[in-house]
Nanobody
Framework: QVQLVESGGGFVQAGGSLRLSCTASGRTFRSYVMGWFRQAPGKEREFVAAINWSGGRTRYTDSVKGRFTISRDSAKNTVYLQMNSLKPEDTAVYYC?????????????????WGQGTQVTVSS
């Protein structure tokens, strides 16, 4: 497993932006599919976005398409989630995740490493 550390959460008004970062330990960052999940109070954890090893393929949940962008910098072992046009319903703890599957964003991806989470709060 890889160690993941998130940063960048905070408090923002509706319509604002935040950028989350997740730095991974180890020297095999390129072999991981990286993803972001979130969990709102009283709700189950849900998928937000994922990116393949090269950054050339991404996937998003419908509710964030056009507003969020996932990217990665392999030189820095870091994955980002740029969040624009934030809404109160985006309020949640956001988790970074990694799947040790060679970096291929297949139909089903099993994420087996998780960060500790970072809080994002969007006020109306």
């Amino acid at each position: 497993q890889v160690q993941l550390v998130e940063s960048g959460g905070g408090f923002v008004q509706a319509g604002g932006s935040l950028r989350l970062s997740c730095t991974a330990s180890g020297r095999t960052f390129r072999s991981y599919v990286m993803g972001w999940f979130r969990q709102a109070p009283g709700k189950e954890r849900e998928f937000v976005a994922a990116i393949n090893w090269s950054g050339g393929r991404t996937r998003y949940t419908d509710s964030v398409k056009g507003r969020f962008t996932i990217s990665r910098d392999s030189a820095k072992n870091t994955v980002y989630l740029q969040m624009n046009s934030l809404k109160p319903e985006d309020t949640a703890v956001y988790y970074c995740a990694a799947a040790d599957n060679g970096g291929t964003l297949s139909t089903q991806v099993f994420f087996d490493s998780w960060g500790q989470g970072t809080q994002v709060t969007v006020s109306s």
